[in-house]
């Protein structure tokens, strides 16, 4: 009996933290932008603001365009957008990234302000996998933006 006694908190323990864990992932990984990130218009490279988007769904993520994104994100993704992180980065910055993302985030949505929007890839997407830690990959290059998450 006194040794039930002495494992109940032990026990109390460990049930507490397995029952009260996230479900959400821990999100780990970097941000790198090339060193011939965002070119002005001699060439040169500049730096580059990148936002980080936790979304629930894509459909207004992928049909919005750069200004309603970046100027009216809550009115344009509404009720998709969970969170949102911005990042200014130099060209040959890395970056670490490190989130714990909300229990309802399907989706992480970069956006990257190039200065020639129309000839780059400015957004681009991918789905949260269903496991408690992934890593994110970002990658800044030129005149695109990429996403992995594993």
């Known amino acids: 009996m006194r040794r039930s ?3 109940l908190p032990l ?3 460990i049930a507490f933290t397995v029952g009260c864990g996230s479900s959400a992932p821990l999100l780990r990984g970097s941000i790198t932008a090339e060193p011939t990130t ?3 218009l001699r060439g040169r490279p ?3 603001v990148v936002r980080v988007y936790e979304l629930k769904s894509l459909a207004a993520f992928n049909t919005a ?3 309603s994104l970046f100027d009216k994100e809550q009115e344009t993704l509404g009720s998709d957008l969970v969170g949102r992180e911005q990042y200014d980065l130099r060209p040959a910055e890395i970056r670490p990234y490190l ?3 909300q229990a309802d985030t399907k989706f992480i949505g970069v956006v990257a302000a190039f200065r020639d929007l129309e000839n780059s890839r400015w957004r681009y997407a991918a789905p949260v996998p269903a496991k408690r830690r992934a890593t994110l990959t970002i990658g800044v290059e030129a005149r695109a933006v990429t996403v992995a998450v594993k």
């Open 5 to 7: 006694i002495c494992l």
């Open 46 to 48: 500049s730096p580059v």
């Open 11 to 13: 026990v109390c323990g």
């Open 38 to 40: 965002n070119p002005d």
């Open 65 to 67: 365009d750069f200004f």
């Open 99 to 101: 989130r714990q993302l």
